[in-house]
């Protein structure tokens, strides 16, 4: 048992101390809630793709249906999941612990960021409640401001309002790492997890502003008919898909440095290592932050955009692609003479370098113009932006959560159970998406309710897959609740990590530290490899590992 | 079979696509043995209950960043300079490529070739002859797409874009509409049939034919009265059509643009939007009042009349830069007339 019995953040359990609470912990309790109950919705609509996708003549959906079903599924994983998922649930949990500070510099409009999310949520659900919007989650004008039948008006608000959620939190995280450092933690003390989240907010600051004017022009133009986008109004369609990828590249950065970050705590604490060259890695997230505003135009290669244009999207696509190899080796390196334990976050982490990897190769034939020409707009690229976004953003999501669960819940999960699930999310994962790679160089084209015979062998084995990774989302969420009552008590630092998360009990008393840390070296201080590890003191649970045998 | 593994190559650019894919392949393949290679052996041998020499040696950090930096780097480079050398290949027709029209439209492909013949969802073409598609929708964006030829280009409305291939195997593939436009989006397909050049011409004189788009053309220009200015006897004073296509056109404003598909189509809709140097705005536009079709027809006929061509010339003879490129190319691409 624990005997330290004072007051931890979690001790309140009013209604009112749940819903207008500006502690940062809360607050990133219930964007977990709000994410996790869109991410059940958007994944109900995967598996019914899934399943009419068996078949090539569908049957189960019919088109209008399908149509639907995968504009649901794509605006919610990306604007009510993905964006939000790390930098809103745990960099609001972390950032602040990380940091040695009380709480975020603005709490209050910490906790309106989380009712304007959910706003936008509900407004969304609304929209699909009325009927639905079969746009797709790119909203292609004319289709969407003059063709489209549905609630696209309603939809397009949801996204606007949350998107005010976005910049609120990449103001507030921006201001935090800025203001509330703790003494002595300079920015090159700072853990990468915390250089990352500080990359993500300024691309939130930067870019959502470009998404909610083009999202207002897609309203202005279908309510009124004001001719910006549709050519028959006068309008330019072509205009459309630079301002959406303006935003939705650089978006894109946004649903994977958080993991990056995630990785890069993760990494050195069970290899027991200092990170391979800091310096490199927080300069690789900035940098990916930086270009990330110049390379739009690749996903218009063959939209009519002038070939020369396309040619300088290409060439700075791959410019970017090169900070992120840099990370991927460093984090490579790290490994090396480290004192490795394969917990299941460590198991999470080395499956996001692996999936990472894949999906940024595949994304260098993307970036190939003449190769783009042939596999765009086909399930090649959806297999590659889910080995990012599922692979990389998804795992790292969830090897951050196992990690910091103790921190969260004060309670462990079960190691074994969570290796397990570390293990079928991978092979399913690899099963669902894989087999999308040859489709789309086959040629079957994404977004098909109906496709050709010759296709099906493929689409059974991604549905086959997608049962398997079903099952890897499903453990956890048994043993995570199981935990809370079973789960053995974590005590202050589970882990023997670094930071300064891990110096304050767990769960966190409600101003985080009893007295404000002082900190006088890096990150990832871990002693050298060559003495005995760590142990935790007595009194608390051992590491549930069997390494230490 | 059961399952294909690998896509029909049917037309010219198709193995080029092929062989950067394999190169693309094999440098992939070199980086995940890079990285997972490591991962494993590492995983293995430092597993923190093996004992293992953990004492760390000094190495040259920047050395090792420098080339894990500058290697990826320069592979970057080559595969964007061979990739991006096959694209303006693809985005640059041959000037005698056999021109045919497409229209797009919610959920079908309509088509038209130079003879008149005209067909749904289908594309008929001979092999071993470059053929250019001039394209355009009448509502929402499409994007006409054939797996087997590695080609693709989005179908916009209000606009011209274009691509070329050169089909080089007989047999039936795979159109597919790949840009998102509808409720019958995953109908929106048809075939490409490749035939032998004289199958083509058999099969151009079978069935139902139509009027030939130039010819088709010259009607429409009497009938809606662009003859009254342009040509003959003129009431009003307007620039004369005979030569204009592919020449560069002086604009009020001392500019200069190049006479192809989308500034004729422009100057017919938005007339006033690039007047001629020295000529008054006075055209009336033509916005909704001609179908994509009959814009298709006019412009075949103002083609015909290209330099080098009689009045009334029923051949579409010669072709310019798709519109995306055609701004930036200096004139001297201009073919001559067949
Ligand atoms: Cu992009
Ligand atoms: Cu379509």
């Known amino acids: 048992m624990n005997t330290d019995q004072k007051a931890d953040y979690l001790a309140e359990h009013t209604l009112r101390s749940c819903l207008l609470t500006t502690d940062h912990k809360r607050i990133g309790l219930l964007y977990l809630f709000s994410i996790l109950f869109f991410f059940a919705i958007a994944a109900v609509a995967a598996a019914l793709i899934r399943l009419q996708l068996i078949s090539p003549t569908g049957g189960l959906l019919t088109t209008e249906t399908y149509n639907r079903l995968f504009t649901l599924h794509g605006v919610f994983m990306v604007w009510f999941f993905l964006i939000p998922s790390i930098p809103s649930v745990l960099g609001n949990f972390i950032l602040p612990l990380m940091l040695g500070a009380r709480d975020l510099a603005f709490p209050k409009l910490n906790l309106l960021s989380w009712y304007l999310f959910n706003a936008g949520g509900l407004l969304a659900l609304w929209a699909i409640v009325g009927g639905g919007v079969d746009t797709g989650w790119t909203f292609y004008a004319p289709y969407s401001t003059t063709y489209a039948n549905g609630q696209v008006v309603t939809m397009v608000a949801g996204i606007f309002v949350a998107g005010f959620s976005s910049i609120l939190t990449g103001l507030n995280f921006i201001v935090t790492t800025h203001q509330m450092r703790a003494p002595g933690l300079t920015w090159f003390r700072l853990p990468i997890f915390v250089w990352s989240l500080y990359a993500t907010s300024l691309i939130l600051v930067l870019a959502t502003p470009v998404l909610a004017m083009l999202l207002m022009l897609v309203g202005i133009e279908r309510i009124w008919g004001v001719g910006i986008f549709d050519p028959s109004l006068g309008g330019d369609p072509v205009l459309f898909q630079h301002l959406f990828w303006f935003y939705s590249h650089p978006a894109v950065y946004v649903m994977i440095l958080p993991g990056m970050g995630v990785v890069s705590e993760l990494i050195p604490c069970f290899a027991r290592k200092r990170l391979f060259g800091y310096p490199f890695v927080a300069g690789a997230s900035v940098a990916i932050a930086v270009f990330g505003f110049l390379v739009w135009g690749h996903h218009m290669f063959v939209s009519s955009q002038s070939p020369y244009a396309g040619m300088v999207f290409s060439f700075l696509s791959y410019m970017v692609a090169i900070p992120s190899a840099i990370k991927v080796f460093n984090w490579t390196a790290t490994l090396y003479k480290g004192s490795i334990a394969l917990d299941t976050p460590m198991l999470y982490a080395l499956g996001f370098i692996g999936l990472f990897t894949a999906g940024g190769l595949t994304g260098l034939f993307l970036a190939a113009l003449a190769v783009d020409v042939h596999v765009t707009h086909t399930y090649f690229v959806v297999a590659h932006f889910h080995y990012i976004m599922v692979g990389g953003m998804v795992l790292a999501f969830m090897g951050g959560l196992h990690y910091w669960w103790p921190k969260i819940t004060g309670r462990m999960y079960p190691e074994q159970l969570g290796r397990l699930a570390a293990l079928v999310t991978f092979i399913g994962f690899n099963l669902t998406f894989f087999p999308q790679f040859i489709l789309g160089y086959l040629g079957m084209p994404r977004r098909y309710a109906l496709y050709p015979p010759e296709f099906q062998f493929y689409h059974i084995l991604s549905t086959a897959g997608a049962s398997i990774l079903g099952v890897g989302y499903a453990l956890p969420v048994f043993y995570f609740l199981w935990s809370l009552k079973h789960g053995l008590r974590a005590g202050p630092n589970p882990w023997c990590a670094t930071g300064l998360e891990w110096q304050t009990p767990s769960p966190p008393p409600p101003y985080n530290f009893e007295t404000t840390p002082i900190v006088d070296s890096g990150p990832y201080n871990y002693p050298q490899p060559a003495s005995p590890p760590p142990t935790p003191p007595p009194g608390e649970a051992p590491r549930m590992t069997n390494t230490e045998s | ?338």
């Open chain 2, 1 to 338: 079979m059961l399952f294909p593994i690998w896509p029909d190559e049917a037309a010219s650019g198709a193995q080029e696509v092929d062989q950067i894919v394999i190169g693309l392949v094999l440098m992939s393949l070199f980086f995940i043995i890079v990285v997972a290679g490591p991962i494993l052996y590492f995983g293995f041998k430092y597993r923190r209950s093996r004992p293992a020499n953990r004492v760390i040696s000094h190495h040259n950090t920047w050395a090792i960043e420098i080339t894990w930096t500058l290697v990826p780097l320069i592979i970057a480079v080559c595969f964007f300079v061979v990739a991006a050398s096959v694209y303006f290949r693809q985005r640059h027709p041959p000037a005698d490529a056999m021109e045919i029209h497409v229209i797009g439209k919610q959920w079908m492909w309509k088509i038209q070739h130079p003879q008149g013949k005209r067909e749904i969802n289908e594309l008929h073409v001979p092999v071993g002859v470059p053929i250019k598609l001039l394209m355009t929708s009448q509502d929402v964006i499409h994007s006409f797409y054939i797996p087997a030829f590695r080609i693709k280009q989005d179908v916009l409305p209000g606009r011209y874009t274009s691509m070329w291939f050169v089909p080089q195997k007989t047999g039936e593939y795979h159109l597919f509409c790949t840009q998102y436009c509808g409720e019958g989006h995953a109908r929106m397909t048809g075939k490409a049939i490749v035939l032998s050049k004289a199958d083509y011409q058999k099969w151009l004189t079978s069935g139902e034919q139509s009027e030939n788009p130039a010819k088709a053309g010259a009607e429409l220009f009497r009938q809606y009265g662009c003859s009254g200015c342009h040509a003959g006897s003129r009431v009003v004073r307007a620039p004369s059509l005979v030569g204009l296509y592919g020449s560069v056109v002086p604009l009020e404003g001392n500019k200069t643009t190049i006479a192809d598909d989308q500034y004729l189509r422009d100057s017919i809709l938005l007339p006033n939007s690039q007047v001629v140097a020295g000529y008054e705005p006075v055209m009336p536009s033509y916005q909704g009042k001609l179908s994509e079709d009959a814009l298709f027809s006019l412009i075949a006929y103002l083609k015909s009349l290209g330099p080098g061509a009689e009045e009334g010339g029923t051949q579409p003879l010669k072709y310019s830069n798709d519109m995306g490129a055609a701004q930036l190319l200096p004139s001297g691409s201009k073919g001559s007339a067949k």
